[in-house]
């Protein structure tokens, strides 16, 4: 069984930055090999894919609405996936989760893929 725990959520001004931190477990880490990334979910919105790593090889897909802005990174030592939001905006407030599975997917940021989720963490841009 495989936990995420979501850390960092906040408020902050449009332009502002956030970083999110996701702890996992459960499972060793550094030899799971698989699709790990952030999602998120605004009021009455479909949950949709922020950015994900795939992490046999390290390649990441970002959305073309984070592209340039937000970065997914994972540190195997601290068993921490993250994801650095710079130039926040208002749009970009949602509920934030982490997810992972186990293999390799054509679609990655297609959040029904996911089978272990963390509680999420909010993030609130004001402008």
């Known amino acids: 069984q495989v936990q995420l725990v979501e850390s960092g959520g906040g408020s902050v001004q449009a332009g502002g930055s956030l970083r999110l931190s996701c702890a996992a477990s459960?499972?060793?880490?550094?030899?799971?090999?698989?699709?790990m990334g952030w999602f998120r979910q605004a009021p009455g919105k479909e949950r949709e894919g922020v950015a994900v790593?795939?992490?046999?090889?390290?390649?990441?897909n970002h959305a073309d609405s984070v592209k340039g802005r937000f970065t997914i990174s994972r540190d195997n030592a601290k068993n921490t996936l993250y994801l650095q939001m710079n130039s926040l905006k208002p749009e970009d407030t949602a509920m934030y989760y982490c997810a992972a599975r186990p293999g390799n997917i054509r679609r990655p940021l297609l959040s029904d893929e996911y089978n272990y989720w963390g509680q999420g963490t909010q993030v609130t841009v004001s402008s």
């Open positions: 790593i795939y992490t046999f090889t390290g390649i990441t």
């Open positions: 459960g499972y060793t880490y550094r030899n799971w090999v698989g699709w």
